[in-house]
Every structure is written in C-alpha cells, then in structure tokens.
C-alpha cells in the first residue's frame, strides 16, 4: 500500500507529469523505496480513479502532450491517515545473509567474491549519499521539511555505514574460515 504514498507525497512536494515523477523516483524516493515506470503509470490511473489525484488542464491542448498530475484534498487526507497510522517494522530479508547460513552447511565457494562485491556496492551508495547530503542540506538548512528529508537520508547512510563495517567484519570472518577463498 506504500507505493500509492509515495507518489501522493512526491506530487505534493511538486505536481509532476508521470515522466517528471518517475525521474525523481529514480533520484530520490527510489533509494528507499523502489518502483518501475510502469508502475508508477499504473498506480497514477487508479489514484485519478479514486479521486486522490486529478490531471491538471493543459496550458494548451496538443496531442500527446504530458498530463501533469496535483493532490486532490482527498488525496492529502489519505497520506495524512497513513502517514499517522501505526505500522508494524518489516523483518529483515537478505539473500546475502541466507546465503551465508547455508555456506554453514554446503561450503562457501563463490561467496567470498560476492561478499567483496557487496562491499564495493555498499561503500557506492554510502558516498553517493555524503554527496547528496553535502550537497542539499549544507549547515543552516534546517526548515521543518528540510528536516524530515534530512532524517531520511540519514537513515540511508547510517544503514550504508553499518552495512560497509558488518560486510568489512564478514570478510575478516570469512577469511579465517578453514578453505576460504584468500582475500
């Protein structure tokens, strides 16, 4: 039910034509929570449906022209009901950790690449995240909302930082693993 959310969310911060929507999902709501183009065109035509959002008239008719989309107040009382509900925290899920608990009992050929693999990724995403977060809330920003988008990016990099020391540890551990590939 998220995904519906998000899009309301990112129409608010700014009415979008789908194609403007999903180049900022690629660029910022996509790191935490992803979603293809088709469906993002897909959950667009049911939030028009329900009356959450609506198509915004054309400056001037054209064929094939974008529809650019704006919240309906409907749609702001439905992310203000969701964003106030509870919800339970999701477990975690992660190929890379089963695949590890199975190595316990099939061997661990492979997995010592693929966890320096993961690492190169992680370390990736980690610096992309400084970036952004040099880059859009340098000292002072601090506005309500500035802050809230703030506090997610931090999340992002917190876990990236955690992920980056865990996968570092991992490879210690596997390392001294009885034919284990050499790091």
Do not use: C, N
């Not at 966890?115 to 952004?132: D, P, T, V």
């Not at 309500?144 to 980056?164: K, M």
């Amino acid at each position: 039910m998220s995904l519906p959310h998000a899009i309301l969310t990112a129409l608010l911060e700014k009415p979008s034509s789908g194609l403007e929507l999903t180049r900022r999902f690629d660029k910022s709501i996509g790191y935490f929570w992803s979603a293809t183009h088709q469906q993002i065109y897909r959950e667009l035509g049911k939030l028009e449906a329900d009356g959450l959002i609506r198509t915004l008239p054309a400056e001037q008719p054209a064929r094939g022209q974008r529809k650019s989309y704006e919240v309906l107040p409907a749609g702001r009382a439905e992310l203000a009901r969701w964003t106030a509900a509870s919800q339970e925290p999701k477990p975690l899920r992660d190929a890379l950790l089963l695949r590890l608990r199975a190595a316990a009992v099939v061997g661990t050929a492979g997995l010592g690449d693929d966890l320096r693999r993961h690492l190169e990724l992680h370390e990736r995403q980690l610096a992309e995240y400084q970036e952004i977060e040099k880059r859009d809330f340098p000292p002072g920003k601090d506005g309500p909302q500035d802050r809230l988008q703030h506090l997610v990016l931090r999340a992002g990099i917190d876990l990236e930082t955690f992920w980056t020391g865990w996968l570092r540890h991992a490879l210690e551990e596997f390392a001294e693993l009885p034919g284990a590939d050499p790091a």
